[in-house]
């Protein structure tokens, strides 16, 4: 056995996710009238060069690219979870945890596809109140949460731990 796959696929569709959320966020602020000086004055204050009217555009592709980059983690984090699964059953803590954790992502992972498909036609990418409490209210504290319970498998019922080990002590 080898090391594990799926903790090096994760990183970028949890950063994708917060991303997406945040530019949301931030484009929604920018439009609702009691936020709005606030995100104009940070920006100029900021000197950025981007305007929040750019973020819909970035927030429509790190949908996509959520989408993408979830593929691997998805399907690297059944395939690790699956021997749990069939050794131990669904009666199992471990892989009970690990099941949560994986629907939670899908949740995460179906909210960006969500996000990415209905706004594919929409002038300027821009998101709907939907798109918006989907990307910045549902998909980011889910993907923190379920980013949570990968560690929790990891440092609690040691998921992945000790993979690869034994052939180093076999060798020496």
Known sequence: MSHPTHPATVHFPITLTAITGALDA???????????????????????????????????????LTVLASLPAVLSGAWELMPVIQRDGLSSKKAQVGVLHALINDISVFGATYNYWTRRNAAGFEPSTANIFISAVLAVPATFFAAYLGGHLVYVYGMGIGRGSSKAKKSN
């Open 26 to 64: 931030i484009y929604y602020a920018s439009k609702h009238p009691a936020t709005a000086g606030v995100v104009a004055t940070t920006v100029k204050t900021l000197g950025l060069q981007l305007t929040p009217s750019a973020f819909p555009i970035l927030s429509y592709y790190t949908s996509l």
